[in-house]
């Protein structure tokens, strides 16, 4: 089991940025994928960074290419996603994930709210 608390949260105004982090506990140690996924009301879910835990170039969905960049602490267990000029089209509820073949694990998710 692995378990996934994302922090980071909250309102800023268009152009602003956040940055969201994820802290992963439990069986970490065979974790090979993580990203961040968003949720927009009335939307299916979008996978919007995808880092893995050994290393290797991150991809990232088209809509924020050039703006978000994903990270992760190994010592820590932490992957983070820092967020630069935000659009109202970047609110949603941002969920942590994880895969551990052949699991996926989520965390509870953290709004992001960008006021025009």
């Known amino acids: 089991q692995v378990q996934l608390v994302e922090s980071g949260g909250g309102l800023v105004q268009a152009g602003g940025s956040l940055r969201l982090s994820c802290a992963a506990s439990g069986r970490t140690f065979s974790t090979d994928v993580m990203a961040w996924v968003r949720q927009a009301p009335g939307k299916t879910r979008e996978f919007v960074a995808t880092?893995?835990?050994?290393?290797?170039?991150?991809t990232y969905a088209d809509s924020v290419k050039g703006r978000f960049t994903i990270s992760r602490d190994n010592a820590k267990n932490t992957v983070y996603l820092q967020m630069n000029s935000l659009k109202p089209d970047d609110t949603a509820v941002y969920y942590c994930?994880?895969?551990?073949?052949?699991?996926?694990?989520w965390g509870q998710g953290t709004q992001v709210t960008v006021s025009s």
């Open positions: 880092i893995r835990w050994s290393g290797g170039s991150p």
């Open positions: 994930y994880a895969h551990q073949a052949p699991y996926t694990y």
